[in-house]
């Protein structure tokens, strides 16, 4: 099973950006689906963004569509979430996943993964 640990979050005012980043180790990334979830205190987690292995189909939730990016370097075997134009409600624990699946497929649900990361914070302040 492949290990995950992001990082990159972080405090940032309202319409500031972070990237984040999930870091593979044990297993070649590119055998794995990625996507990002997130969880605020007291809801239930979401989806955020999905990519599939090679890195040619993305996905987005309608909240964060046009303002975040995923991205993947398999030579590095490292996964990416560009957060830009932050809002308060973008704040949670976020978490980066890897999972088995079609090749070209974009999961959006947990049950989809079966490798996460411990997550990172990220606090918008308005």
């Known amino acids: 099973q492949v290990q995950l640990e992001e990082s990159g979050g972080g405090l940032v005012q309202a319409g500031g950006s972070l990237r984040l980043s999930c870091a593979a180790s044990g297993r070649t990334l590119s055998n794995y689906n990625m996507g990002w979830f997130r969880q605020a205190p007291g809801k239930e987690r979401e989806f955020v963004a999905a990519i599939n292995r090679r890195g040619a189909g993305t996905g987005y939730a309608d909240s964060v569509k046009g303002r975040f990016t995923i991205s993947r370097d398999n030579a590095n075997n490292t996964g990416y979430l560009q957060m830009n134009s932050l809002k308060p409600e973008d704040t949670a624990v976020y978490y980066c996943?890897?999972?088995?699946?079609?090749?070209?497929?974009?999961?959006?649900?947990?049950?989809?993964?079966?490798?996460w990361g411990q997550g990172t914070q990220v606090t918008v302040s308005s």
């Open positions: 996943a890897a999972g088995g699946g079609l090749p070209g497929a974009v999961y959006t649900y947990p049950t989809s993964y079966g490798s």
